[in-house]
T-cell receptor, first 113, second 109 residues
Framework: ETGVTQTPRHLVMGMTNKKSLKCEQHLGHNAMYWYKQSAKKPLELMFVYNFKEQTENNSVPSRFSPECPNSSHLFLHLHTLQPEDSALYLC????????????FGDGTRLSIL | GQNIDQPTEMTATEGAIVQINCTYQTSGFNGLFWYQQHAGEAPTFLSYNVLDGLEEKGRFSSFLSRSKGYSYLLLKELQMKDSASYLCAVLGGSYIPTFGRGTSLIVHP
């Protein structure tokens, strides 16, 4: 059983919709991450939060907006997405941002119509 | 920048041994991870190497040579459930992991 829970598991949305992805970790970790996983491509790091502070934004378009209200919760707000944004979005956590192993959620499969 | 290279796909027979290689070029090095990802599931941590040498953990072992920018994951006594994607990830100087594309391993009877 994973200690990192993501909802929803699947999401289909139009390009003009606004939706949010949610991630919750029950491991007592202090660092949380958003990744994008597309077919045949490496996992792409999007954002990193360490002790609720954003420490990394990997040149992600502004149509993706992260929010980290506390160390256990992480959101990814989506607005005016493009078809190329269709992918699996994975959330991960680690003890802190110092390079410990990451624990991943099962991801949200996002499809943009 | 970072560059991680691993084979796209490998096949092996149940009961056999398979070695999955990973080569990397990074600015700074703080360790290398291997993760396993079954289709439709979360990646799960397998191993971490930061010093040269072999780390053994049951049927799985991981090797690192920092001078050669090279690692491998060795899977022994292969089982059908080992069919999965294996991800190599390198920690650069900023402690942010950079992932390779993953190696899809198919184990057949």
């Amino acid at each position: 059983e994973t200690g990192v829970t993501q909802t929803p598991r699947h999401l289909v949305m139009g390009m003009t919709n606004k939706k949010s992805l949610k991630c919750e970790q029950h491991l007592g970790h202090n660092a949380m991450y958003w990744y994008k996983q597309s077919a045949k491509k490496p996992l792409e790091l999007m954002f990193v939060y360490n002790f609720k502070e954003q420490t990394e934004n990997n040149s992600v378009p502004s149509r993706f907006s992260p929010e980290c209200p506390n160390s256990s919760h992480l959101f990814l707000h989506l607005h005016t997405l493009q078809p190329e944004d269709s992918a699996l979005y994975l959330c991960a956590s680690s003890q802190d941002g110092g390079g410990q192993p990451q624990h991943f959620g099962d991801g949200t499969r996002l499809s943009i119509l | 920048g970072q560059n991680i290279d691993q084979p796209t796909e490998m096949t092996a027979t149940e009961g056999a041994i398979v070695q999955i290689n990973c080569t990397y070029q990074t600015s700074g090095f703080n360790g290398l991870f291997w993760y396993q990802q079954h289709a439709g599931e979360a990646p799960t941590f397998l191993s971490y190497n930061v010093l040269d040498g072999l780390e053994e953990k049951g049927r799985f072992s991981s090797f690192l040579s920092r001078s050669k920018g090279y690692s491998y994951l060795l899977l022994k006594e292969l089982q059908m459930k080992d069919s999965a994607s294996y991800l190599c990830a390198v920690l650069g100087g900023s402690y942010i992991p950079t992932f390779g594309r993953g190696t899809s391993l198919i184990v057949h009877p």
